[in-house]
């Protein structure tokens, strides 16, 4: 009889991680909707925060905010409740670019301002990036030199499946270091026949009944024995946000779907998982 070790051992904690834009800010809509329209639409983000500091609250759960500069420098006191909640505060950049679209200088001024600005708001050092979009990969391999060289830690920017606008399907699984000094903590993948799957979030999550996402991260943890990187986002829990019109119907598919089971889902998600901050699930010896 072969004894399954794994039932013995302690619950793994996973990274819980929540990027920190608003609706009319993810990189699908970028064709649709102008940077300098930003200022004109009604924002949702402080009260999509607001509900899910409640589901963390109820579930005694602490987590890592990915924020984006162009949300902090306007809404300042989310992200200071944030840190007085318990939260890791993150950086998801400041104005919202892909790298892929960028220049390495502008790359790293953009990393470098968001970090500055979230360390003036809250008085603590930033140690964490995400790049919108996982667009870091093998076409930009300089981004993660200026990711150190903006003084992060540790980045979560890559996630290794096959998609049509990211992902590096061939990049490790699991936290791995990129440069001295710089951990890369990709988001969470299943292998199964040959090719790594979505479990870590995002459309996906709400996309496939919960029973399979529930099943991968098990997977994850009882059979990799590893931490898994669990993501998404403030509009996500929003299924009154406003409609943006002219977008493709596959665009429409993916930032609607489900949004009103969102918000049960995260409630078992969080009731049958152990999380936390990414700083003290992955960095050892860290606060
Ligand atoms: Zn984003």
Redesign the pocket.
């Known amino acids: 009889m072969t004894v399954d070790r794994t039932d013995a051992a302690a619950p793994i904690v996973n990274a819980l991680t929540i990027?920190v834009?608003d609706y009319f800010?993810?990189?699908a809509f970028a064709a649709r909707i102008a940077r300098d329209d930003w200022d004109r639409l009604p924002c949702r983000v402080e009260r999509n925060v607001c509900t899910i500091l409640e589901l963390l609250a109820g579930a005694g759960t602490k987590a890592t905010f990915f924020c984006?500069g162009w949300v902090a420098e306007r809404y300042p006191g989310v992200v200071r409740r944030l840190a007085d909640e318990g939260h890791e505060i993150a950086s998801?950049g400041f104005a919202?670019q892909r790298a892929t679209d960028q220049t390495p200088d502008e790359f790293l001024t953009d990393i470098a301002r968001a970090k500055k600005l979230l360390e003036d708001v809250t008085g603590n050092p930033v140690q964490g990036y995400r790049a919108?979009?996982f667009s870091v990969g093998e076409r930009n391999p300089w981004a993660f030199d200026c990711i150190a060289r903006a003084g992060y830690r540790y980045s979560s920017s890559l996630y290794p499946i096959r998609h049509d606008h990211y992902g590096v399907p061939d990049a490790p699984r699991f936290a791995h270091e990129v440069k001295p000094g710089l951990l890369e903590l990709p988001v969470a993948t299943v292998r199964m026949l040959s090719a790594n799957w979505p479990a870590g979030g995002g459309g996906y999550f709400r996309l496939l009944p919960y029973g399979v996402s529930r099943w991968a991260l098990r997977r994850i943890n009882n059979v990799d024995r590893r931490p898994a990187m669990f993501y998404f986002?403030p509009w996500e829990v929003d299924p009154d946000q406003p409609r943006i019109d002219g977008i493709s119907a596959k665009t429409r598919f993916r930032h609607y779907l489900n949004l009103d089971r969102m918000r049960p889902r995260l409630a078992r998600l969080l009731c049958d998982f152990q999380w936390g901050r990414v700083d003290r699930v992955f960095l050892h010896g860290a606060a």
Do not use: A, F, M, T
């Open positions: 990027d834009e800010q993810v990189s984006l998801h919202h919108p979009s986002h």
